[in-house]
């Protein structure tokens, strides 16, 4: 009897270790499932996005090539490859833009671009607004407008937005009077006042700052302010308001070719460059010469 008591007992540990293996096997089966979800899903997150192509910006070097860097890394991101050519001057970027060799430009206002096409015959349309750059007064060889003697020389630039531009802030400033209804197409041919004989030297934009030692002012655009190491805060004797009309019609966008805004590579690039990553770096890095339009 104590035999067969024996022999029961031990079939029954037999059976519970068999009962207890089989536990383990059906619980370990889901974990190792869920680590290779796991393992999954971090590859998926840690893999490089679907390449979508190369997007092509010709650009100023100040400051717009290098809010365009900026803006490389969140455009890898989704798969872009974001590749910028500095430009020199004002004409060469909507050249190729309208010839198809690059994708877009990021150098120009709205009226520069709107007057290039009438007297180039391109067909440039504005993709987005991205920054307004204060135009502003910048002293030569002279600190301060009530400095101003008979026949001193203040050099501007010679393209007809810009020289307008200039021309109306010295305006706002007292130096010279300008026909009324000549705003934006305003020449020194439009000037009506000029008390003190202001003789005004007309440059290509590029060429104004460098100037700057020999004229009594030079008025300047924000960027070519920036590359001659003037901040708009510190060193402008006068300069227009961020909150000002100016600000609406002289915001700097990205330019394409017509028919080319709403292309994906296009929509990608204006939401990189209004993102709230590059207006923080506008905002830090350009001391009021350069402000995001909103």
């Not at 030297?201 to 590029?206: D, R, T, V």
């Given at each position: 009897m104590k035999k067969f008591i024996a022999l029961l007992l031990t079939g029954a540990l037999a059976v519970s270790a068999l009962t207890g293996c089989g536990s383990k096997e059906e619980s370990a089966a889901p974990a190792a499932e869920v680590q290779e979800e796991t393992k999954d899903e971090a590859e998926e997150a840690e893999a490089p996005a679907e390449e979508k192509g190369t997007i092509t910006v010709a650009a100023s070097a100040t400051p717009h090539a290098e809010i365009l860097?900026?803006?490389?890394?969140i455009l890898a991101e989704e798969g872009w490859d974001l590749q910028v050519t500095v430009f020199d001057d004002y004409v060469q970027p909507n050249l190729v833009v309208e010839s198809g060799d690059f994708d877009a430009n990021y150098f120009q206002h709205i009226p520069y671009l709107e007057n290039f096409n009438e007297e180039q015959g391109t067909h440039l349309v504005n993709a987005g607004g991205i920054h307004y750059e204060p135009f502003g007064i910048y002293p030569?060889?002279?600190a301060s407008l009530d400095e101003l003697a008979e026949g001193d020389v203040i050099?501007?630039?010679n393209d007809t937005t810009n020289e307008a531009r200039a021309l109306l802030l010295l305006e706002a400033?007292?130096?010279i009077k300008i026909k009324e209804?000549?705003?934006l197409t305003a020449t020194v041919l439009d000037i009506e006042e000029n008390p003190k004989n202001i003789q005004i030297?007309?440059?290509?934009?590029?060429q104004v700052s460098r100037v700057k030692d020999e004229v009594a002012f030079v008025v300047l655009n924000g960027n070519y302010a920036l590359e001659a190491g003037f901040s708009v805060a510190k060193d402008s004797i006068a300069y227009e308001s961020a909150d000002s009309e100016a600000a609406k019609t002289y915001v700097n966008v990205i330019a394409v070719?017509?028919?080319?805004?709403?292309s994906e590579a296009i929509k990608a690039l204006v939401?990189?460059?209004?993102?709230d990553e590059i207006v923080t770096y506008i905002e830090d890095t350009y001391d009021g010469a350069v402000v995001p339009f909103k």
């Open positions: 860097e900026q803006a490389k890394p030569g060889t002279k050099a501007v630039p400033n007292g130096v209804g000549a705003g030297q007309e440059l290509e934009a590029a070719k017509e028919g080319n805004e709403t939401a990189a460059l209004t993102s």
